[in-house]
T-cell receptor
């Protein structure tokens, strides 16, 4: 049972435009959400996070939006740059405790110059 | 600080063999988690170790096991390898292993190919 779903395996966006990556979750115990970025031959690196008490978190070109009622979050990258081409993983966990992170299957983002 | 290191980076084994992968966490980090990454499955959680104790375990068969040493270094072992075990195995460390307050730092992974 995939509790965190990224339904788009791939996405292509023109350089300079907005990239929107989506993630849905089913477990109502999840209160904390993260995005990781992964380049080939490297491990994932933390990008941005959001807790359920907020509906938006920004960090430079990256903004994560959370819609708790729809159990949906999205990552916006504006403007998209060639270096953003990577696989993006959405992850979730309960806010407290030592629970593990549950990851989605990833979306491969390609920025077209 | 040095990052998370994993050895070896690449490994080729045959069915039925066993394999041991190693992970050295960031200095001071006490939690080490292991993940399996396969195409279409994303990162599947294997287990987490904290202070030499397995604290969390994913839904993998008993052929997958691990341990953690007093210096927080961790090893993962897979016995009786199957073709489906071919994957990228990622190790991640964090200070306390709390998903909401600790960022996990990943190593580059070990690419295991089973022939």
């Amino acid at each position: 049972d995939q509790q965190v779903k990224q339904n788009s395996p791939s996405l292509s966006v023109q350089e300079g435009r907005i990239s929107i990556l989506n993630c849905d979750y089913t477990n109502s115990m999840f209160d904390y959400f993260l995005w990781y970025k992964k380049y080939p031959a490297e491990g994932p690196t933390f990008l941005i996070s959001i807790s359920s008490i907020k509906d938006k978190n920004e960090d430079g070109r990256f903004t994560v939006f959370l819609n708790k009622s729809a159990k949906h979050l999205s990552l916006h990258i504006v403007p998209s740059q060639p270096g953003d081409s990577a696989v993006y993983f959405c992850a979730a966990s309960p806010l407290f405790g030592n629970e593990k992170l549950t990851f989605g299957t990833g979306t491969r983002l390609t920025i077209i110059p | 600080k040095a990052g998370v290191t994993q050895t070896p980076r690449y490994l080729i084994k045959t069915r039925g063999q066993q394999v041991t992968l190693s992970c050295s966490p960031i200095s001071g980090h006490r939690s080490v988690s292991w993940y399996q990454q396969t195409p279409g499955q994303g990162l599947q959680f294997l287990f987490e170790y904290f202070s030499e104790t397995q604290r969390n375990k994913g839904n993998f068969p008993g052929r997958f096991s691990g341990r953690q040493f007093s210096n927080s270094r961790s090893e993962m072992n897979v016995s009786t390898l199957e073709l489906g075990d071919s994957a990228l195995y990622l190790c991640a460390s964090s200070p306390w292993g709390r998903g909401s307050t600790d960022t996990q730092y990943f190593g580059p992974g070990t690419r295991l190919t089973v022939l």
